[in-house]
């Protein structure tokens, strides 16, 4: 048997290779009792996060431009969402003012209660660029946080190690970043992240430049982080898969402006692994996914775009 990230590239293979109808398959909504009964507990918990009526308009040149426009959702402590939609929906905006990098122009979000109107340790950020201090060694980088919020240089190590061997990378505390390979980057930021504890997690599709089987290497890496301490996610991808692989809800935006579609819960259960590519109700799920975000367009034959095609070699030097 080989790695999961081999695991899962073989059955996203195999299940490419199959021909099911949606007619074949369940309704996503439909639940086994397990997952039903975890959505019970998830709403008994109480909420992290509320985003309510918000919005965000810019100035341009053109005129007006709504961003976003009345978004409202919650998330519960410890759940895992996932924010999908089309490009233009307006995903890196909603999360960079949930963050607190970028102000709404409208609505309010809400971080246990309390309105969130600048950046704060209480909010981590994880991008999907590199944004590790390249002249600062592994540690120092974990550690740059706790000593900006005035912790003592002992206990920012001390925190910083305990946080590197969670993510794996004890062994590289002394290597700086461009020693590292994507993949071990990214748990590096992962690391600096939640070193300060935060209540939410705030991931801007972290995993996008990374390839193929590194990204399922640290989505399967995040699920294990995520088990084992007390944080709440947010996650953005343009990845249907990764959205059903890793989210307990998805949050589906529509683009033009930039507006909750659905707010799906997953159900395929708990714990993950990557047989479940092929199942009913994964299947179902990227079915609904791909209803929601690549609706089929009618295009006639006087719209079609047709190539001008212009001739760059010699006529004479023939490829078939």
Not at 42 to 49: D, F, N
Not at 95 to 123: C, F, N, Q, Y
């Amino acid at each position: 048997m080989g790695s999961v990230a081999e695991q899962k590239l073989m059955a996203k293979d195999e299940m490419e290779g199959m021909d099911v109808s949606t007619e074949q398959l369940p309704s996503y909504l439909q639940q086994s009792d397990a997952v039903r009964e975890r959505f019970a507990k998830i709403q008994q918990r109480e909420v992290i996060l509320e985003v309510k009526q918000l919005g965000k308009t810019y100035e341009s040149a053109q005129g007006k431009v709504v961003a976003l426009r009345d978004v409202n959702f919650s998330i519960h402590r410890r759940e895992l969402v996932c924010v999908i939609g089309p490009s233009g929906c307006g995903k890196s905006t909603l999360i960079r003012m949930l963050a607190g990098l970028e102000p709404h122009t409208s609505g309010e979000v809400l971080l246990d209660g309390k309105p969130v109107d600048g950046p704060g340790s209480d909010r981590g950020m994880v991008f999907q660029g590199y944004t590790l201090f390249p002249w600062l060694t592994v540690k120092k980088n974990v550690m740059f946080g706790p000593e900006m919020n005035n912790h003592g240089k002992l206990e920012a190590e001390r925190n910083a190690l305990m946080w590197l061997d969670l993510v794996g990378l004890s062994k590289f505390a002394d290597a700086y970043p461009h020693q590292l390979s994507g993949g071990m980057k990214q748990r590096v930021a992962i690391a600096r992240a939640l070193v300060n504890q935060p209540r939410i997690l705030l991931m801007d599709e972290p995993f996008g430049a990374l390839d193929a089987q590194t990204r399922i290497k640290m989505q399967t890496h995040l699920l294990d982080i995520w088990k084992n301490i007390d944080v709440t996610i947010l996650f953005i991808t343009h990845d249907l898969d990764e959205a059903i692989f890793l989210a307990d809800r998805i949050l589906v935006l529509k683009a033009h402006p930039g507006e909750v579609q659905e707010f799906i819960e997953v159900p395929v259960p708990r714990p993950r692994h990557p047989g479940q590519i092929s199942s009913a109700e994964y299947l179902a799920t990227k079915a609904r996914l791909e209803e929601l975000i690549h609706p089929p367009v009618e295009v006639s034959e006087d719209d079609e775009v047709k190539p001008h095609m212009i001739r760059f070699t010699n006529i004479v030097d023939n490829v078939e």
